[in-house]
């Protein structure tokens, strides 16, 4: 479920409901007007429960790569599954729904019916289970399916030779592509797909053989079957895959990234709850504005009539069964339900190719507080009718992709040939966009996309190693990148060899512009967003990326590459230096304190290794693409393997695991149980452990790690600060900035252990900074002077307090003895990569100033 709150309701566009062609398994299009109810935030918007994922967990998800999917063989591609345990626990059990370990048997049922289902395995979620995709189609030859992704490579590749092929306007099979259960505790997408595939496989209507011959259907079965199990949103990492898009840290979001880069969807859907009534997009604004919103818009509108006439003619109503009317909510609100960032499932897609895409929220819930509290069987009834109101918008979705297969082929054509040819974007209106009423300047959102990006080679390079990462992400997500085989001029400046280009005449240059760009400040836009603002990785990352916006190309020495350049290296003399900038390399810093290797912290922050080290600097180099460089600096303090205790949420445990930290993670429940701080060295506190809230016992052996044992602390936010508070460690007054408020920020950092040589960029949600600091208390870190926001969504409360202006200047991270605060978000969702060496070198330094105190 995403949520929102209402406002006034845009004009509404009423159509008369059609009667559903007899026999027939495809639906005509009707439809009803719709009062829509208000709709509210589900949960807080910053997480401020304590993670307590399991380390193997992470360790799948960090370890897991995604193949292309098969190209070559034809359809059907059937396997019989390997059927999985029986688990009466599974929660979907108690709602009538199918269990994750009848998924399996059911789907070799399918593929026994006929000759139309195929089921491949794409790839395996954080907790270990199978992702199934199923395909339906008409059958074809090996021959046949090369065919397909000979045109489907055509289209993306060379968009104006497509454009013009009759083969690809005859033959091409338009593909749709159906996600299911992205939140595990929203199930019924994934029943409904089923019983849909179930009847498609036979169904011998004119209408279905028509859409099989042309169309390829590609479903999702469960995006999610951790959650589906555990009845959870989140999977077994604890991440909310539907904010993931952008870093693509969890196995699941890459494999449906893949799934989208290798099938190119037309249409796709993606199935929630719950919003009563049915919510289909189209959004409010703010819109994204690296889309061809002009052809996004008309399709996803038109598709989504054709699923609010289909669900509104089911009948059901809110006196007899509890269903509102359905909702659009571009027609239907004005704010708060927005396509701004490419984070979720159905925004993400659009930079792939799809024109009509849509996040579907069925009505009835039956998760959380009600899964608890309801009756069984009226979960049961709830739930049958989700599985209904899923299939008509399904139905609805096949039957648009079967009558208007020309022209969605044309317009995905379309958003490719304009990226490639380097052309404006059309901006929306009632004239660009015919058959969409109310659209206004609110929904204008265009950009200027620079000539290319250069991410340089050299010495303009803060951290090859940042940069290798950047490139490798892009390329995942089919961005084409290319590399400098000598020096080359660009826009009036000189970049070196192997400095990597992105050329944005590209079919994707929407999503390399939304990935690489600084963003908008969008504060004046709305008054509200739904989730997060900005999220440059051109500016998060810790690489440096340099934007032309003009120039002419060097094609004579630029080369196509599927990788980035090895960093790999190890100085063949003497001591050796490694930076301390990246995950990577603070990952390696403790792959070698594991092994017991001699390493000492320079001044500035960088690990220095005797030459006695150098063969397993070797090991770490290759295993983590880092460099080790030749250095005559003298280390002074000595680092130590770190043992952690983390309260903190999902996404920082899952971050300091990817650094490769042994984290133990706990909770205020789990210390008020009894906790053995003798194997901590330091803690981390963001979220769910509340001094007051400790029992007496607790309290006590916490305060006793802190001051007798002198363990070191470091916290975030509002949390972080109230236990520094609390135990004195930290003399400091935490200030809270707007709590909606998230974006890329501009800092200035101060030469030392913790920020020194780091990003001038930071990520903030729900900003902290401090004010009233002790006499031992050092400014790591402040927000830049004028208005600290580069892109996001940042404004003032509605007393004046909260905002940007009161942030400038003040301190976003300090230090004290054995203690370290941050009010930035340096660990977020596993997102900014470049900040993550700020909390590891915090961590390092109170861990060092806990053991010269005596600990």
Request: glycine share 8%; proline share 7%.
């Amino acid at each position: 479920m995403r949520t929102t709150r209402i406002t006034p309701a845009r004009p509404v566009l009423i159509t008369v409901l059609a009667v559903t062609t007899a026999g027939s398994l495809l639906l005509t299009p009707g439809s009803a007007g719709a009062d829509t109810e208000p709709v509210t935030r589900e949960g807080p918007a910053v997480d401020r429960q304590a993670a307590l994922t399991p380390v193997s967990a992470a360790e799948r998800a960090l370890a897991t790569t995604v193949g292309r999917t098969d190209s070559a063989s034809g359809y059907p591609r059937e396997q019989i599954l390997t059927p999985d345990p029986e688990n009466p626990a599974d929660k979907s059990i108690k709602l009538g729904l199918t269990p994750y370990h009848a998924i399996a048997p059911k789907l070799n049922a399918l593929q026994a019916l006929g000759d139309r289902v195929s089921v491949e395995v794409a790839g395996r979620s954080a907790g270990g289970h199978r992702l199934y995709l199923v395909t339906v189609t008409a059958p074809e030859s090996a021959r046949q399916t090369r065919a397909q992704e000979r045109m489907r490579e055509l289209i993306e590749k060379a968009p104006a030779a497509a454009a013009k092929s009759p083969e690809i306007k005859a033959r091409y099979k338009v593909p749709l592509f159906v996600n299911n259960n992205i939140h595990g505790n929203e199930w019924e997408g994934t029943d409904a797909s089923l019983d849909l595939i179930e009847q498609l496989a036979t169904a011998n209507d004119t209408r279905t053989k028509d859409l099989l011959s042309r169309s390829r259907l590609y479903f999702n079965i469960t995006a999610n079957p951790d959650g589906r199990i555990a009845g959870t949103r989140a999977n077994a990492n604890g991440f909310d895959m539907n904010r993931d898009f952008v870093t693509a840290s969890q196995p699941e979001v890459r494999a449906m990234r893949q799934i989208q880069i290798d099938k190119q969807p037309a249409v796709m859907l993606d199935l929630h709850g719950y919003v009563n009534g049915t919510l289909i997009e189209p959004t409010t604004p703010p819109h994204g504005e690296n889309y061809e919103y002009d052809l996004f818009l008309k399709n996803t509108y038109a598709n989504a009539l054709r699923m609010e006439s289909a669900v509104n003619g089911l009948g059901y109503t809110p006196a007899k069964d509890g269903v509102e009317p359905a909702q659009i909510p571009f027609r239907d609100q004005q704010e708060g339900w927005d396509d701004w960032p490419p984070i979720f499932t159905p925004q993400y897609a659009a930079f792939q190719g799809t024109v009509a895409a849509h996040t579907i929220e069925i009505p009835l819930a039956v998760n959380n507080e009600e899964y608890d509290t309801l009756p069984t069987t009226e979960l049961r009834r709830r739930s049958a009718i989700n599985v209904d109101v899923a299939g008509a918008a399904l139905r609805a979705s096949l039957d648009f992709t079967r009558t208007h297969r020309g022209s969605l082929i044309a317009d995905q054509i379309e958003v490719f040939r304009r990226g490639a040819a380097g052309e404006a974007q059309i901006p929306v209106s009632e004239e660009t966009v015919p058959g969409v009423p109310g659209i206004g300047p609110e929904d204008v959102y265009t950009t200027n996309f620079p000539r290319a990006y250069v991410i340089p080679a050299g010495p303009s390079q803060r951290s090859a190693t940042a940069a290798a990462r950047l490139v490798d992400h892009l390329l995942a997500n089919d961005v084409t990148v290319t590399r400098a085989t000598r020096p080359f001029h660009l826009a009036g400046k000189t970049y070196p060899q192997g400095s990597y280009v992105i050329d944005m005449h590209q079919s994707k240059r929407g999503l390399a512009n939304a990935l690489l760009a600084d963003g908008t400040d969008i504060s004046d836009k709305v008054s509200v967003m739904y989730d997060i603002s900005g999220w440059s990785l051109g500016r998060l990352w810790g690489a440096t990326v340099k934007s032309a916006q003009r120039g002419s190309l060097p094609y004579g020495v630029l080369r196509t590459i599927d990788r980035a350049a090895p960093v790999a290296h190890v100085a063949p003399y003497g001591p050796l230096r490694l930076r301390l900038d990246t995950p990577q390399e603070i990952a390696a810093l403790n792959d070698l304190l594991q092994q017991g290797i001699s390493i000492r912290q320079a001044p500035d922050g960088s690990a220095i290794l005797p030459p006695s080290a150098r063969k397993a600097a070797v090991t770490a180099a290759r295993t983590h693409d880092v460099t080790f460089e030749a250095t005559h600096t003298r280390g002074t303090t000595k680092l130590r393997r770190l043992r952690l205790s983390a309260a903190v949420t999902a996404g920082e445990l899952f971050a300091l695991r990817e650094m490769n930290f042994e984290v133990t993670p706990v909770s205020t429940a789990v210390l008020n149980a009894g906790f053995d701080w003798s194997k901590t060295d330091a803690l981390f506190v963001s979220a769910g452990l509340s001094y007051e809230a400790l029992n007496p016992t607790a309290r006590n052996a916490l305060d006793t790690f802190l001051t007798t044992h002198h363990g070191g602390l470091v916290g975030r936010g509002v949390t972080g600060a109230d236990l520094t508070s609390a135990t004195g460690l930290l003399a400091a007054k935490p200030v809270e900035g707007n709590g909606d408020a998230n974006g890329v920020v501009q800092v200035v950092n101060k030469a030392g252990r913790i920020t020194g040589g780091a990003p001038d960029h930071s990520f903030v949600y729900a900003p902290v900074w401090f004010t009233d600091l002790g006499p031992e208390v050092r400014v790591e870190q402040s927000y830049t002077t004028g208005n600290p926001l580069l892109s996001g969504h940042w404004r003032p409360l509605e007393d004046g307090s909260g905002g940007p202006e009161a942030a400038a200047g003040q301190a976003s991270v300090i230090s004290g003895p054995g203690a370290v605060l941050f009010g930035t978000e340096p660990l977020f969702r596993d997102h900014p990569k470049g900040e993550f060496a700020q909390v590891a070198r915090a961590l390092f330094t109170v861990a060092q100033a806990s053991q010269e105190s005596g600990g």
